[in-house]
């Protein structure tokens, strides 16, 4: 991105005032209208330590985990899978900022600014861009580790699902490479998966993540697990 930011200032300099003030004002203008998006997609970011190299594991972050298990993420790579490769097994972790933040929610549940205008009211709400901030910090509350039987195995599944929209739900699939030495004894996992499930009663998740949208923001904090 520093070579990005570099090539940008060159190109400031060769132009005139006129135009310089020209395009400020259209920045300015953007910036106001589409702040939220540019903040939440700027705080999505990796969860677990990850190399560029490739590896048989593969980190998945950034995903609705109020309504992702390990059993979805095993269904979504065999359709990704080269021929004779397999998942081993998915596991679905907490990670150390989504730890700090379950535990300052199980005493005083979250921490989401009210809407000045209706700090009056009987029932307050809470600011839609406070709400988005918090639902975008939620997608990184877990991460999913996917152990592949080989590194080919792995190095198709992110050639396949990196980048790519999971289901319609707004939440676009983050794969990292995990260094092999990289052990996850510290927590016990939240839900994981080994072998297909039952496809005959199997539903997929179906849902959307208003935050990453220009929609009006759902709380799901305080929602019945849908799991």
């Not at 307050?124 to 080989?150: G, P």
């Not at 676009?172 to 990289?182: E, G, K």
């Amino acid at each position: 991105s520093s070579g990005i930011n570099a090539e940008y200032g060159e190109e400031e300099e060769e132009v005139d005032e006129e135009e310089e003030d020209s395009s400020d004002g259209e920045s300015s203008e953007g910036e106001e209208e589409e702040p939220a998006m540019f903040d939440a997609w700027d705080e999505v970011n990796t969860c677990v330590e990850t190399i560029s190299e490739s590896t048989p594991r593969l980190s998945i972050c950034n995903l609705n985990w109020d309504r992702v298990t390990a059993t979805d993420i095993f269904v979504m790579c065999q359709s990704s899978l080269p021929v004779g490769g397999s998942v081993r097994q998915v596991h679905v972790y907490p990670s150390q900022f989504g730890k700090e933040q379950m535990a300052k929610e199980r005493e005083r549940g979250p921490e989401i600014e009210r809407d000045q205008e209706e700090e009056r009211e009987e029932k307050s709400e809470y600011s839609n861009e406070a709400l988005r901030k918090y639902q975008v910090e939620r997608l990184k509350y877990y991460y999913a580790i996917v152990t592949c039987d080989s590194t080919a195995t792995a190095d198709q599944l992110y050639k396949e699902l990196d980048g790519v929209e999971y289901q319609l739900s707004s939440s676009i699939l983050d794969l990292r490479y995990v260094p092999d030495d990289i052990e996850f004894d510290d927590d016990p996992p939240s839900s994981t998966c080994v072998s297909m499930p039952d496809m005959t009663s199997y539903k997929p998740p179906q849902f959307t993540t208003t935050a990453l949208q220009n929609s009006s923001v759902k709380l799901t904090w305080d929602e019945t697990d849908q799991n």
